[in-house]
């Protein structure tokens, strides 16, 4: 019969996703999803192994907010 043991290690958290990762890599890029999804909400990210690529709207809504806060491009 297998004996349970109590052992200590050390996680690394990504506080925006709010989860433990195991290695300090997997923390940031899941913190880095995090924050472009709190940037751009109405872009529904496919998390399918088929992946599609984002859609035009995505790509445009996120165009369209980076070109506002630039200084007065597009009027």
């Not at 019969?1 to 052992?7: C, E, R, S, V, Y």
């Not at 290690?9 to 300090?24: C, I, M």
């Not at 924050?35 to 995505?58: F, G, K």
Request: charged content about 20%.
């Amino acid at each position: 019969m297998a004996a349970i043991t109590k052992t200590t290690r050390h996680v690394f958290r990504a506080p925006t996703n709010g989860r433990d990762y195991l290695t300090v890599t997997a923390a940031a890029k899941a913190e880095a999803r995090a924050l472009m999804d709190e940037r751009y909400p109405q872009c529904v990210r496919n998390t399918t192994a088929t992946a599609a690529a984002p859609s035009a709207a995505c790509i445009g809504a996120a165009i369209n907010d980076s070109c506002e806060s630039t200084q007065g491009w597009h009027a």
